[in-house]
């Protein structure tokens, strides 16, 4: 008798820790958003009343499953709301949409900040000289599961939505492109075909983002941070491909569908055209020394 208990005692801490989050999961999924809940992200993502009552849905059930497992961290003496926890859950989730999805599984902790915040960084100076200096920050993306955010511009974000400036949506592109092992602007694909086509279109319009940023061009659609690296390029191209579409097919089309296959969404849906339709830029040929090993596989 003594041994059967013994056995069933294990038994059941050996499954506990598989079957409890299941469980707790099961139970959180099981209970709706509340009307506030709804408001908020009415609030922080202008573009939510017109997705169709099914991506509705399923977004709400995604920020259910973030909120149950991600936890948030006030810094710098910020009290985490509710309306907080849920405008970015929202719009993390607004990439997972229509895709198979774990829900950034290594994602642990949201730090929030009120405002820009500083983060210590190590500069090389003339000589290979190493300084410890401080960068003013809006955001940080890490691969260790963390995510920092300063509140005051997600907030600037939601009031700006066609700026195509969004920190919340940038900083969780980069927890995309890092599932597929290194942050390096090719997120997890899928296939051999798939990162053949990404790696050639976003080569292409990294370079051609590259020279705009060199000549100071101020008509971009996209950010000429993004010419900071392959991987700020993925981020600032998914800034601007949910807020600003129309604009973003115009001048970069192989670049949108490349994006739309990715996000399997076309925000287009979402938002009205612009009155005036920006000209058609041709994209130069990028020269076979500014090629970029955009992905290894």
Avoid at 109 to 117: C, D, Q, R
Avoid at 201 to 223: I, K, Q
Wanted: proline share 7%; net charge negative; charged share 20%.
């Amino acid at each position: 008798m003594e041994a059967l208990l013994s056995i069933t005692l294990l038994a059941l801490a050996v499954a506990t820790p598989f079957w409890y989050p299941r469980w707790t999961l099961k139970r959180a999924l099981a209970r709706p958003l509340p009307p506030a809940a709804l408001r908020t992200l009415s609030e922080y993502i202008p573009v939510y009343d017109r997705l169709d009552p099914a991506l509705q849905q399923q977004l709400q059930r995604l920020i259910v499953q973030f909120l149950h497992q991600k936890k948030f961290v006030g810094c710098a003496g910020l009290e985490v709301t509710d309306e907080m926890r849920v405008a970015i859950a929202g719009l993390a989730c607004m990439l997972l949409l229509n895709r198979p999805s774990k829900v950034y599984r290594p994602l642990h902790t949201i730090l929030v900040y009120p405002g820009a915040f500083a983060a210590a960084r190590q500069e090389v100076g003339p000589g290979g000289i190493v300084t410890d200096g401080r960068q003013t920050m809006l955001g940080e993306s890490w691969t260790d599961g963390r995510v920092v955010l300063s509140w005051e511009d997600v907030a600037r974000g939601a009031r700006e939505w066609s700026s195509g400036h969004n920190v919340a949506l940038h900083e969780f592109a980069h927890q995309l492109d890092s599932e597929s092992g290194t942050t390096n602007g090719a997120p997890y694909l899928g296939s051999a075909d798939s990162y053949r086509s990404w790696s050639a279109v976003l080569s292409r319009d990294f370079a051609h983002l590259r020279h705009e940023a060199w000549t100071g061009n101020p008509d971009s659609v996209l950010d000429h941070y993004g010419a900071t690296s392959p991987a700020e390029f993925f981020a600032v191209a998914t800034e601007a491909f949910f807020g600003k579409p129309w604009q973003l097919r115009e001048r970069h089309p192989a670049l949108f569908d490349e994006l739309s296959k990715y996000y399997r969404v076309d925000p287009r849906d979402w938002q009205d055209a612009p009155v005036a339709e920006p000209a058609i830029v041709e994209m130069p040929a990028v020269p076979a020394n500014r090629s970029f090993a955009w992905a290894s596989w």
